[in-house]
């Protein structure tokens, strides 16, 4: 929460405080979505633990083949 104050650390918070911040706006939003929409939330029943899942795995597949993409180039180019 408190950091030592150094001659070139950015200014404003620091990364943990900025997670917790944006975790707790998360939650805060979920639960207004849920006390506004809550006659209105049977049109998300397309969303289940199935496809979040699948959806997690693609993404993560496909940032690995763009990382893996990325370094087989950059190892290329110093070899050259």
């Known amino acids: ?18 997670l ?11 639960i207004i979505l849920g006390l506004v929409a809550s006659d209105r939330l049977h049109l998300l029943t397309f969303i289940s633990t199935d496809l979040i899942a699948i959806i ?4 993560g597949l ?4 763009f990382k893996f993409w990325q370094w087989k180039a950059s190892g290329t180019k110093k070899n050259m």
């Not at 929460?1 to 943990?16: D, L, S, V």
């Not at 997690?56 to 993404?59: F, T």
């Not at 496909?62 to 083949?65: A, C, Q, R, S, V």
């Open 1 to 18: 929460m408190f950091r030592i104050k150094q001659k070139n650390a950015p200014e404003g918070p620091c990364f943990t405080c900025r």
């Open 20 to 30: 917790i911040r944006s975790f707790i706006m998360a939650t805060f939003m979920l």
């Open 56 to 59: 997690i795995i693609v993404s």
């Open 62 to 65: 496909i940032l690995f083949l």
